[in-house]
């Protein structure tokens, strides 16, 4: 079920019901409590640190960005949200997407490389093609390294990121990518699970300000902060136990303040 936030006025979701319903995301009328079942956030995609506590709820919210003119969530923005509680595919309906699997270390600057070279030939800018390719290194590096864990719930990599080069065959991720309609879509996959909000809680609690090293997954923490600034929307589903999904779509445009522009933020937690 997903219902309002208690935070939307009346007016604004009779004029965005439309355009949900066209990306396949219907809103239950019914109260409920916070942390009770999902609720829908529609802002104005300018995250700030007090959004934090939004995705810290039991069940996080999920941020929809306000980024049309008319004051609207995209179309494209509302589809993603439709698939994701679907359980459908978050890639570009339509679109040829290309998958990589990812063991070794070294595989990753090349995926990254082929993405950039993707950007290019859709038309998108260089600085577009760098942005994706630097997306591209930090899900793949946290899906190949910080993911998987053995039956004891322990990282098996994660701690020591400088030393592995190659980690177990059951231990492989996969990197999808594809382009339509002037953006990238980058996922990365990995077969654990282990995912949580709380790195992305905590790289909001810092939002606009001095990047903080945080290294309580075995990494710095400043990836992710750049894969939030880098795309228009990030939207994350985890299936406990067996599987992560994150995806990240990065305008191939040229402009280089992204970390100002709006975007949607959307994770789902689910049980198998």
């Excluded at 700030?48 to 004051?71: N, Q, W, Y």
Aim: overall charge neutral; glycine content about 10%.
């Amino acid at each position: 079920m997903l219902i309002p936030d208690e935070s939307l006025s009346p007016a604004l979701l009779a004029q965005a019901v439309p355009v949900l319903a066209r990306g396949g995301v219907s809103l239950e009328g019914a109260a409920a409590p916070v942390g009770t079942t999902r609720r829908l956030v529609l802002f104005d995609g300018l995250l700030r640190a007090e959004h934090a506590a939004l995705l810290a709820r039991d069940i996080p919210a999920l941020m929809l960005a306000l980024r049309e003119s008319s004051g609207m969530p995209s179309a494209w923005e509302a589809g993603v949200l439709g698939a994701l509680l679907r359980g459908a595919s978050l890639l570009p309906e339509g679109a040829e997407v290309t998958r990589h699997s990812l063991r070794r270390v070294a595989e990753i600057g090349v995926v990254a490389a082929a993405a950039a070279v993707a950007v290019g030939e859709a038309g998108g800018s260089r600085n577009a093609a760098a942005l994706a390719a630097d997306v591209v290194h930090e899900l793949a590096a946290n899906a190949l390294l910080d993911a998987p864990a053995g039956e004891d719930g322990r990282a098996r990599y994660a701690h020591r990121r400088t030393e592995v080069q190659e980690v177990a065959p059951e231990d492989a991720c996969e990197l999808a990518y594809a382009t339509q309609g002037g953006r990238i879509w980058l996922e990365a996959v990995d077969r654990f699970g282990r995912l949580t909000p709380a790195p992305y809680v905590r790289a909001l609690q810092g939002w606009g300000g001095k990047v903080r090293v945080d290294s309580a997954g075995g990494g710095a923490g400043l990836g992710l902060r750049r894969i939030l600034e880098h795309s228009d929307l990030v939207a994350v589903r985890v299936v406990a136990g067996l599987q992560s999904r994150v995806v990240s779509v990065v305008d191939l445009g040229e402009s280089r303040r992204r970390a100002s522009r709006p975007k949607s933020l959307l994770f789902s937690q689910e049980s198998r």
